[in-house]
């Protein structure tokens, strides 16, 4: 029999710096390389997730996740906190939807010189037209935020990148509406008195 022994508080001290320069000896239970947890469904950039952190701390330093081949949805099915998550940014659909309906409804733009009494309708649709641009830039932060948190949540590659080309339509979307403001911005100088 061995003399040996085995001190679970036995640390190995190297070179490195940071967090890498400790690290535990794994146990005689965890000594074979085929003993390995789960990988994290949390992107690289949000690893910490798990202990209740709300965010990325990269500072501009963005790691790209690696996608495992085959690929495979994870975490199947959602956890509840996950579910919650996701339903938080759905959310954000209904108002980007209610919003471009009612910029839509409302036509500022179509107002003109013979419009009479043109200012309250410019007004309330500068007003629409901020909240569409707000609705739009929320919900595509909210989904790609989701993407970048969760990065191997949809069922399939292509799913993914479906996903990804929703939130760039969304930026868009803002674009469009941030045009149409400025329009009725424009009116609305034309059509104040004194000016």
């Given at each position: 029999?061995?003399?040996?022994?085995?001190?679970?508080?036995?640390?190995?001290?190297?070179?490195?710096?940071?967090?890498?320069?400790?690290?535990?000896i794994r146990s005689p239970q965890s000594s074979?390389?085929?003993?390995?947890?789960?990988?994290?469904?949390?992107?690289?950039?949000?690893?910490?997730?798990?202990?209740?952190?709300?965010?990325?701390?990269?500072?501009?330093?963005?790691?790209?996740?690696?996608?495992?081949?085959?690929?495979?949805?994870?975490?199947?099915?959602?956890?509840?906190?996950?579910?919650?998550?996701?339903?938080?940014?759905?959310?954000?659909?209904?108002?980007?939807?209610?919003?471009?309906?009612?910029?839509?409804?409302?036509?500022?733009?179509?107002?003109?010189?013979?419009?009479?009494?043109?200012?309250?309708?410019?007004?309330?649709?500068?007003?629409?037209?901020?909240?569409?641009?707000?609705?739009?830039?929320?919900?595509?932060?909210?989904?790609?935020?989701?993407?970048?948190?969760?990065?191997?949540?949809?069922?399939?590659?292509?799913?993914?990148?479906?996903?990804?080309?929703?939130?760039?339509?969304?930026?868009?979307?803002?674009v469009n509406a941030r045009k149409t403001r400025n329009e009725i911005r424009d009116k609305?100088?034309?059509?104040?008195?004194?000016?």
């Amino acid at each position: 029999m061995s003399q040996r022994g085995w001190d679970p508080n036995k640390k190995v001290i190297s070179g490195r710096r940071g967090s890498d320069a400790d690290y535990d000896i794994r146990s005689p239970q965890s000594s074979h390389v085929g003993v390995r947890p789960d990988p994290s469904y949390y992107g690289p950039n949000f690893l910490n997730s798990e202990q209740g952190r709300s965010s990325s701390f990269t500072y501009g330093d963005l790691k790209e996740p690696t996608m495992p081949d085959p690929y495979v949805k994870r975490p199947q099915p959602y956890p509840p906190e996950i579910e919650r998550q996701y339903e938080s940014y759905k959310a954000h659909e209904l108002e980007v939807k209610a919003a471009n309906a009612a910029l839509r409804t409302a036509n500022p733009t179509s107002v003109g010189r013979n419009t009479p009494n043109p200012l309250p309708r410019l007004i309330k649709g500068d007003k629409l037209a901020t909240d569409a641009i707000l609705a739009s830039n929320s919900f595509a932060a909210a989904r790609s935020g989701f993407d970048h948190k969760f990065p191997t949540a949809y069922d399939s590659l292509k799913k993914k990148n479906s996903h990804q080309v929703s939130a760039r339509d969304l930026i868009t979307t803002s674009v469009n509406a941030r045009k149409t403001r400025n329009e009725i911005r424009d009116k609305i100088e034309r059509f104040t008195p004194g000016r």
